[in-house]
């Protein structure tokens, strides 16, 4: 709640403060939550924005992580007649991108650049690095792994997936993927792979890599000496090798870029959906020497984050 | 429990696995894809695991009571054997005679008996011997503790699964894999006794996947200076064989030398072991001439093992087994100088085909078979001079075995465990062993096991067929043991750090084998004699925290009581307390392990009591404080306290004085 309320007094004293407020472009803000990575996004959206002499009027409506505040935050948008939707998290994205067809929307911190393509009308950036991009830190961090397994549930990852194995293949890298429909089959799953894996990339799943999933699958790594690639550095804090990690300030920026074009007359449905631009990542020195890992100096240096 | 009830036990398992269970349609759905939470998987906090205990679900959604013992544990205790490892595990205990030792669980610890009611797995293979179906644990242990990762000690009985000998319970070694080094590792170490130790090891996982380790140990201790007062002529009361002052010099040495290899390519796993120990009997046992180093027995064990594990769909995997396994014991008795030889040869080999697969999501079933031949099961005993045969008997067998085993999900807080398995062996014939247990988790810190089984165990070779003309009787007819065990156990996670558990059991045995008297011959003879009752409670008391501190206390009471005299059997200690702490002195690179083992009072085979003891170890073990360097220093038994383990009417000693205050300096390099 006080978070929400410095966002909010964050974004009047930007109306307030800026001369000829009334006559600027309106954007409606939908923000999912009030977690820091929104809060860094909207800054970083801000920032860039005011950097090109845009002044815009901003009205912010917090989901606060519940969905059955949608109906009511749509309902607001509509009447608003915005100029442009930011739009942050997959809450709000998919509550706008299936509602709203009228109005631009630029989105950012979703997980998956699907929900970027729902219309003509939206555009933005995904929390999702490139495949390649990931799969060559996998080269870079553990040069000696061949074997990716994975585990996912198809009704979620089965086309990223799918792609994730071609692109492995190109870079001469195995992709051992294994399906799970439920969070039992994980530990049976984890178990297989145990035996082919030298290495686990974590994707986003909410039934693979659940926040309940997360002891027993870095527990399996630990037991096994097999590492984790993981999703976001909170998971490389408790236990994983490391994770590529996302400029979340950046984001609203790349986010604010794509917003200025559209409100000079650009088409969201002719700006294609964008990966981060920033790459940073984090790195669990005590997991790497536990499974005698030897990580290059560089490497270590350059790591936003070192556990 | 009588056999029916086993059999009505059998019916409802097979009923529980045969029907589906009936479940809501929420439990079958699988966790729909929700938006609103797809990116807390990114910015939410996780708790670290580095603090967590490493095999936590394993332990509490088991179908037993189970404990683990990680190769951490054995650096920073210093255990050497596997039978330190079990001296420090709450409801077992270990005796030992300066020849092997015997594994004691639940109160029921019967000097002699070579570990028949123990089941001792390496990576799943079966290790117990076909002549004896010996589970060793000493210097005679086919395995370095030094390349173990972990082992299970799973309580209770697991015939169900695992057949005969699973009777206490099941201890599963699980070894160190190439992965584990990355490279070299040299080991040395010393000790008290003059005793030495030397291993190299080297293991990797390359490129391609495949994964080795391969190792070799050298063991050699001369041994203590004993002094038995049975035999010091200067006791009016000594043995007829005194002498040397009671003393036993330069007899109880011990060598051994271990091998160990494991490759791993795709679904392959080839794994090899070998072990020859050779241990001097200082004691005079079997009415040996004493302080006469000639005294010795020499254990020769070896097996291949070939495994095939492989997906045959998203849920559902294959494991075949193809084993070969050797055995030989040569134990060289001196009678009045004349040496005779007890030996015994044993190969065997067989198969396993086992399937695992899910059901519905929520059911996951085992399938399995096993086969094994035993081609040669041999044993001999004859003076050497002059030569004279007393015996020299030759056999094969076969034991075939099916089970079943559905763990079954009812919802996030109710598993129902069912498994049952059938044997058959071409000596005796078949025995069904049900298992049923009960897993509540009413709260997610909380658990509570039902459990419900039983097991038996075979009449060995050596129990069937050993006889020597005038002095025993063999007896073909012997049926296996049978135990049924009812057991509740409930474990409780107190905050994030500490584990409590307590338990409560029960268990009758029936036909318990021990000597008896042949009626036609009126000599020994090994006969289904005796019925054994027990209940018991166990305490446990489990910490581990982030910053490395970690400690376990357990208290163990038990009540056996022989169903013929009334009496509590012998070496079954009413009560023991363990300790085991862990500290760290530097963080991450030394640490202080301290022992405290408490054992009660144990009735002795000759009569009267082997008086109760505590005994205190000590370990400072310290990791990379010098680069890729671990060194450890031990004091087993620190206050040098007096005690001794009961052992068999073998013995003219009632009990074997056990050491006194010893070390262990250790280094290992790894490169």
């Keep these: ?307 | 429990m009588n056999i029916s009830t086993v059999n009505k036990v059998c019916f409802i398992i097979l009923a529980v696995i045969i029907l589906p269970p009936v479940s809501s349609a929420q439990d079958q759905a699988p966790v729909m894809f929700a938006a609103v939470s797809e990116e807390s998987l990114l910015f939410q906090e996780i708790p670290s695991v580095y603090g967590a205990s490493k095999f936590e679900q394993k332990v509490t959604q088991a179908p037993s009571s189970v404990s683990i013992v990680t190769s951490q544990d054995i650096k920073k205790n210093g255990y050497r054997t596997l039978a330190d490892i079990l001296r420090s595990v709450s409801s077992f205990y270990v005796t030992y005679d300066r020849n092997y030792n015997y594994i004691g669980v639940r109160g029921f610890g019967r000097p002699g008996d070579y570990n028949t009611r123990v089941l001792l797995l390496i990576d799943g293979h079966r290790t117990n011997d076909n002549i004896y179906n010996q589970a060793a644990i000493g210097t005679e242990a086919i395995l370095d503790v030094d390349l173990i990762d972990r082992v299970e000690i799973i309580r209770g009985p697991g015939s169900s699964l695992y057949g005969s000998n699973a009777f206490f319970g099941v201890i599963n070694v699980i070894t160190r894999r190439g992965r584990d080094l990355k490279g070299t590792e040299v080991s040395g170490e010393a000790g008290s006794f003059n005793t030495y130790k030397g291993r190299l090891t080297y293991g990797n996982r390359y490129q391609n996947g495949a994964e080795a380790i391969a190792s070799g140990t050298a063991y050699d201790s001369k041994g203590d200076r004993l002094y038995y007062p049975e035999f010091d002529p200067a006791n009016p009361a000594a043995d007829p064989r005194a002498t040397n002052g009671g003393y036993s010099d330069n007899s109880d040495y011990d060598r051994s030398q271990n091998l160990f290899s494991t490759v791993a390519f795709g679904d392959f796993t080839l794994q090899g072991a070998y072990v020859s120990r050779t241990k001097g009997i200082p004691t005079g046992a079997f009415g040996t001439d004493f302080n006469d180093a000639r005294n010795k027995t020499v254990d020769t064990r070896s097996y291949a093992d070939l495994k095939y594990e492989h997906g045959l769909s998203a849920k559902t995997d294959l494991t075949v087994r193809l084993f070969y396994d050797y055995y030989q014991y040569t134990g060289d008795y001196l009678y009045s100088g004349v040496i005779n030889k007890d030996v015994s040869y044993g190969t065997w080999a067989g198969t396993e085909v086992k399937l695992i697969t899910r059901l519905q999501d929520m059911q996951r079933l085992i399938v399995g078979a096993e086969y094994q031949g035993s081609f040669r099961e041999n044993q001999q005993n004859y003076n050497v001079d002059p030569y004279a045969s007393g015996l020299d008997d030759v056999r094969r067998s076969r034991i075939m075995a099916a089970y079943l085993q559905d763990e079954i999900t009812f919802s996030k807080s109710l598993i129902l465990n069912a498994g049952v398995r059938y044997d058959n062996y071409s000596t005796f014939g078949g025995t069904t062993n049900p298992r049923l247990a009960l897993i509540a988790m009413p709260t997610e810190k909380s658990t509570v096991k039902v459990l419900y089984g039983s097991a038996f165990r075979a009449p060995n070779d050596y129990e069937l067929y050993y006889q020597v003309p005038g002095l025993s009787v063999a007896n073909p007819e012997l049926k296996p043991e049978k135990i049924t065990t009812t057991e509740v156990v409930f474990d409780q996670y107190l905050g994030d750090h500490l584990r409590a558990s307590v338990l409560g059991y029960y268990y009758k045995i029936k036909d318990l084998i021990n000597y008896g008297t042949d009626p036609v011959t009126g000599l020994p003879q090994f006969q289904n004699l005796e019925e054994v009752t027990a209940k018991g409670s166990q305490a446990e008391l489990e910490g581990k925290w982030a910053n490395g501190i970690e400690a376990r206390i357990s208290y163990t009471v038990q009540r056996t009581k022989d169903q013929l005299t009334g009496d509590p059997i012998t070496n079954s200690p009413a009560q023991m307390v363990k300790l085991v702490l862990n500290v760290p002195v530097m963080k991450d690179k030394i640490f202080l392990g301290v022992e405290e083992q408490y054992m009660d009072r144990r009735k002795i085979d000759a009569g009267g009591y082997a008086p109760a003891f505590a005994i205190t170890n000590l370990t400072l073990f310290s990791q990379n404080l010098v680069q890729r360097l671990d060194a450890s220093v031990s004091v087993y038994n620190l206050f040098n306290k007096e005690y001794g383990d009961p052992v068999t009417l073998d013995f003219v000693q009632p009990t074997i004085r056990q050491d006194g205050r010893s070390y262990r300096f250790k280094l290992t390099y790894a490169f």
């Design chain 1, 1 to 307: 709640m006080r978070n929400a309320i410095v966002l909010t007094l964050m974004l009047l004293a930007l109306v307030v403060l800026c001369p000829g407020a009334a006559h600027a472009e309106r954007i409606a803000l939908l923000i999912s939550s009030d977690d820091a990575p929104y809060k860094e996004a909207v800054a970083g959206f801000n920032e860039y924005v005011g950097k090109q002499g845009l002044q815009p009027s901003y009205e912010l409506i917090n989901l606060g992580g519940d969905a059955s505040k949608t109906g009511e935050a749509i309902q607001k948008i509509k009447l608003g007649r915005f100029d442009l939707i930011f739009a942050l998290g997959s809450l709000a994205t998919d509550a706008v991108a299936r509602e709203i067809s009228d109005t631009p929307i630029v989105a950012g911190l979703v997980l998956r650049p699907e929900s970027l393509k729902k219309g003509g009308n939206i555009t933005g950036v995904s929390l999702e690095f490139p495949l390649d991009l990931q799969f060559s830190w996998i080269q870079k961090v553990i040069p000696q792994a061949r074997t990716i397994g994975v585990i996912y549930s198809p009704e979620e990852n089965k086309k990223k997936i799918e792609a994730a194995i071609k692109a492995a293949q190109k870079m001469g890298l195995k992709l051992e993927a294994q399906e799970v429909r439920t969070s039992q089959e994980v530990p049976d799953v984890l178990e297989r792979l145990s035996k082919r894996a030298q290495v686990l990339w974590g994707v986003p799943d909410t039934v693979a890599l659940s926040m309940q999933m997360a002891k027993p699958i870095l527990l399996f790594s630990l037991q096994n000496s097999i590492p984790v690639v993981a999703p976001s550095s909170m998971w490389v804090k408790a236990g994983a090798l490391y994770s590529l990690d996302c400029d979340y300030k950046d984001v609203g920026a790349q986010c604010g870029e794509m917003a200025v074009k559209v409100l000079k007359g650009a088409s969201p449905g002719a700006l294609p959906p964008e990966s981060p631009r920033t790459v940073n990542y984090s790195l669990n020195m005590n997991t790497a020497r536990m499974m005698k890992l030897a990580i290059p100096d560089d490497l270590v240096r350059g790591a936003k984050q070192t556990f």
